[in-house]
C-alpha cells in the first residue's frame, strides 16, 4: 500500500505539472494510518435514513481502499447531488482524494464526499461487511501549502500553510469538539 500510494502521489504530481517527483521528500516518513472496517451482520433493520457510515471526508492527501463484495457499501457523491455506488471489482482498489490533498490543490482538487450505506434487508447475515483502508497522510513536518501550479493572480491561495501533522490534529480536535458539543 505504501508503494501504491507513492506512485499514485508521483502520478498526481505530473498531473499538477510538476516533477514527478516533487512529493518524494514529503511522504517518505508519512504518519499513514492502516485500517480494518467491520460492519457486523444487522440483525435488526436500521432505523430509517441511518447509514453504516454517514457523509464524510477523509483527513489525508489519499486513502485507498479494498472493500470486499458484501452488498451495501460505499458510495460517492457527485456533482450533481446524487450518491453513486461504487462497484466491486475483485482485483481492483479504490482511491479517494483527501482534504489535505484539496488544500495542497487549493481546491482545483476536492476531496471526495463518500458513506457507507446499509445493506438490503434480504441479504440478513450476508450483511457483514469488512473493509481495509489506507489512510495515507504526509510526513508530519511536510510543509502544506498551495502548490505552484495551483495559484494564478484571479485564483489565490485559499488556505494557510500548515504542516501535516497541525492539519491532521486540527481536523482531529474539530471533529471532538463536534462530540463534545452534541453530548452537553
Same mark, same amino acid.
Given at each position: 500500500?505504501?508503494?501504491? *500510494?507513492? +506512485?499514485?502521489?508521483?502520478?498526481?504530481?505530473?498531473?499538477?505539472?510538476?516533477?514527478? /517527483?516533487?512529493? $518524494?521528500?514529503?511522504? $517518505?516518513?508519512?504518519? +499513514?494510518?492502516?485500517?480494518?472496517?467491520?460492519?457486523?451482520?444487522?440483525?435488526?433493520? #436500521?432505523?430509517?435514513?441511518?447509514? !453504516?457510515?454517514? *457523509?464524510? +471526508?477523509?483527513?489525508?492527501?489519499? +486513502?485507498?481502499?479494498?472493500?470486499?463484495? *458484501?452488498?451495501?457499501?460505499?458510495?460517492? !457523491?457527485?456533482?450533481?447531488?446524487?450518491? =453513486?455506488?461504487?462497484? /466491486? =471489482?475483485?482485483? *481492483?482498489?479504490?482511491?479517494? =482524494?483527501?482534504?489535505?490533498?484539496?488544500?495542497?490543490?487549493?481546491? !482545483?482538487?476536492? @476531496?471526495?464526499? /463518500?458513506?457507507?450505506?446499509?445493506?438490503?434487508?434480504?441479504?440478513?447475515?450476508?450483511?457483514? !461487511?469488512?473493509?481495509?483502508?489506507?489512510? /495515507?497522510? #504526509?510526513?508530519?513536518?511536510?510543509?502544506?501549502?498551495?502548490?505552484?501550479?495551483?495559484?494564478?493572480?484571479?485564483?489565490?491561495?485559499?488556505?494557510?500553510?500548515?504542516? @501535516?501533522? %497541525?492539519?491532521?490534529?486540527?481536523?482531529?480536535?474539530?471533529?471532538? %469538539?463536534? %462530540?463534545?458539543?452534541?453530548?452537553?
Amino acid at each position: 500500500m505504501e508503494g501504491l *500510494a507513492a +506512485t499514485l502521489i508521483r502520478i498526481f504530481a505530473l498531473a499538477l505539472g510538476m516533477d514527478e /517527483h516533487f512529493f $518524494d521528500d514529503k511522504i $517518505d516518513r508519512h504518519i +499513514t494510518n492502516f485500517s480494518m472496517l467491520h460492519y457486523p451482520p444487522q440483525h435488526e433493520p #436500521p432505523l430509517p435514513g441511518q447509514l !453504516r457510515a454517514g *457523509a464524510h +471526508t477523509d483527513y489525508g492527501s489519499l +486513502t485507498i481502499v479494498k472493500p470486499d463484495g *458484501a452488498e451495501g457499501g460505499l458510495q460517492v !457523491r457527485a456533482k450533481d447531488g446524487s450518491w =453513486l455506488d461504487v462497484p /466491486h =471489482l475483485p482485483e *481492483a482498489f479504490v482511491v479517494n =482524494l483527501g482534504d489535505l490533498m484539496a488544500e495542497w490543490t487549493n481546491d !482545483r482538487w476536492v @476531496s471526495t464526499l /463518500h458513506r457507507v450505506v446499509n445493506p438490503p434487508r434480504a441479504a440478513g447475515e450476508g450483511a457483514r !461487511r469488512l473493509s481495509m483502508a489506507f489512510f /495515507h497522510q #504526509p510526513n508530519y513536518d511536510a510543509v502544506i501549502q498551495c502548490l505552484p501550479t495551483c495559484a494564478e493572480p484571479g485564483r489565490p491561495p485559499r488556505y494557510m500553510k500548515t504542516t @501535516s501533522g %497541525e492539519h491532521v490534529w486540527m481536523k482531529i480536535n474539530k471533529h471532538r %469538539e463536534v %462530540e463534545h458539543a452534541a453530548d452537553a
